[in-house]
């Protein structure tokens, strides 16, 4: 007879195993493949932290990693105000609500790659309906993701629109969450609407906000698939996150240790930030 004290840890075991499996070995091969490299015999040798010395004086790689930056510090606050943004417009139980949060939501159904295959169509300069209906209204075709000014501000419409939906399930359960004694007793206190999302809505909503902020920096980071189809790292390297240089150094250049290396980077910028946003959005109590 299995004690009840193991019990809770027999139904986590399966979610434990894949975390194990699937996040934390994954991991550890990394960190130990990024201090290796390929002798020009081909084989696997230890190489120390060789590579790690080359990407700091790789001005490709701080440019990416510039990039990465700059694409993170715009779409994270950018997705979880638009996504705050609609969780807060369907909330209300009004006529055919259900019909715009199906709309809203429709984009998770629709895979990254095609996502961009479908918008590389839409965008299109000469045969996309963008392009045809602002030449319509006289402001003229722009070359989106194919101009170097434009290309990484295109990325991040896309991956707002596919993401924006998705978080706001989290806010809109958030919202639903917080009784609504609450907000009656102020408003029977003389609370205006606006201070009730001020000084009632919003600080209730800091802890789904520091979820959805904390696990959508960590998918940006990792922001892949959109650049690979539709610009490949360019214009003129506008778009070169560090994902794609990951990808370029192991099945471009066949450096496996080099791109190891980059990811085991980009971990250790995901850690940080995440511990940070982490920090700034806890409660003054929880600072206490």
């Given at each position: 007879?299995?004690?009840?004290?193991?019990?809770?840890?027999?139904?986590?075991?399966?979610?434990?195993?894949?975390?194990?499996?699937?996040?934390?070995?994954?991991?550890?091969?990394?960190?130990?493949?990024?201090l290796t490299g390929v002798s020009l015999m081909g084989d696997m040798?230890?190489?120390?932290?060789?590579?790690?010395?080359?990407?700091?004086?790789?001005?490709?790689?701080?440019?990416?990693?510039?990039?990465?930056?700059?694409?993170?510090?715009?779409?994270?606050?950018?997705?979880?105000?638009?996504?705050?943004?609609?969780?807060?417009?369907?909330?209300?139980?009004?006529?055919?609500?259900?019909?715009?949060?199906?709309?809203?939501?429709?984009?998770?159904?629709?895979?990254?790659?095609?996502?961009?295959?479908?918008?590389?169509?839409?965008?299109?300069?000469?045969l996309g309906p963008l392009n045809g209906f602002l030449e319509w209204?006289?402001?003229?075709?722009?070359?989106?993701?194919?101009?170097?000014?434009?290309?990484?501000?295109?990325?991040?419409?896309?991956?707002?629109?596919?993401?924006?939906?998705?978080?706001?399930?989290?806010?809109?359960?958030?919202?639903?969450?917080?009784?609504?004694?609450?907000?009656?007793?102020?408003?029977?206190?003389?609370?205006?609407?606006?201070?009730?999302?001020?000084?009632?809505?919003?600080?209730?909503m800091r802890k789904p906000m520091a979820f959805v902020l904390v696990?959508?920096?960590?998918?940006?980071?990792?922001?892949?698939?959109?650049?690979?189809?539709?610009?490949?790292?360019?214009?003129?390297?506008?778009?070169?996150?560090?994902?794609?240089?990951?990808?370029?150094?192991?099945?471009?250049?066949?450096?496996?240790?080099?791109?190891?290396?980059?990811?085991?980077?980009?971990?250790?910028?995901?850690?940080?930030?995440?511990?940070?946003?982490?920090?700034?959005?806890?409660?003054?109590?929880?600072?206490?």
């Amino acid at each position: 007879m299995i004690s009840s004290r193991w019990t809770p840890y027999l139904f986590l075991a399966p979610a434990l195993a894949g975390l194990l499996i699937f996040r934390l070995i994954p991991i550890v091969v990394a960190a130990g493949g990024s201090l290796t490299g390929v002798s020009l015999m081909g084989d696997m040798r230890f190489v120390g932290l060789e590579n790690f010395e080359y990407l700091m004086t790789d001005p490709e790689f701080w440019s990416s990693l510039n990039i990465t930056l700059l694409f993170n510090v715009i779409i994270n606050p950018l997705q979880l105000a638009v996504a705050f943004g609609l969780a807060l417009l369907v909330f209300r139980p009004l006529r055919g609500v259900w019909l715009y949060r199906t709309l809203l939501v429709l984009p998770m159904a629709v895979s990254t790659g095609i996502s961009a295959v479908l918008f590389g169509l839409f965008l299109d300069g000469n045969l996309g309906p963008l392009n045809g209906f602002l030449e319509w209204i006289g402001i003229g075709a722009q070359p989106f993701h194919r101009s170097a000014d434009q290309a990484l501000y295109t990325l991040i419409g896309i991956a707002t629109w596919k993401g924006a939906g998705y978080w706001m399930l989290f806010l809109l359960a958030g919202l639903y969450s917080i009784p609504s004694t609450v907000h009656e007793a102020a408003a029977i206190d003389g609370a205006s609407a606006w201070q009730r999302f001020r000084h009632v809505t919003l600080p209730l909503m800091r802890k789904p906000m520091a979820f959805v902020l904390v696990a959508d920096t960590a998918i940006n980071f990792l922001f892949f698939a959109p650049v690979y189809i539709l610009t490949s790292g360019g214009p003129s390297g506008s778009t070169s996150v560090l994902m794609f240089q990951a990808y370029r150094a192991a099945f471009t250049f066949s450096d496996i240790g080099r791109s190891l290396a980059v990811s085991t980077i980009l971990l250790a910028i995901i850690l940080v930030i995440v511990v940070l946003e982490f920090r700034l959005l806890r409660s003054p109590e929880e600072r206490a």
